[in-house]
């Protein structure tokens, strides 16, 4: 599940993951109803964007935690800020994993090969 305001990012990303034919891809450009696919399909991944509206990439993430049937879903975060002050943040709130858009096609890849291997 890739949740993202950007529709570009949702398009880029499922681009990229049509590399890995054994992915299903979600997408949802808003945290509600994220959070309602999370609840429904249980991904083995969400790939989170930090800044969105209405409810930031933060708080879906308290509410994935929160949730019993979602706290052990992995969740990467991703943003355009790349300072360590955020990536820090990002890792210390829960996230799995930080990623800095625009992304590169093969570290996206082998975060995403990492994580999904770590779930087998």
Known sequence: LCVDDDKDILILIGHMLKLRPNIKLLT???????????????????????????????????HLQDN?????????ACSAHSSQTEIDKSLSAGFMRYIVKPFKIPVFLELIDSILADKQ
């Open 68 to 76: 019993e049937n979602t706290r052990n879903i992995s969740v990467m």
């Open 28 to 62: 949802s450009t808003e945290a509600l109803q994220g959070l309602e696919l999370a609840k429904t399909h249980l991904p083995d991944l969400i790939i989170l964007d930090i800044n969105l509206p209405q409810m930031d990439g933060y708080a879906m993430l308290r």
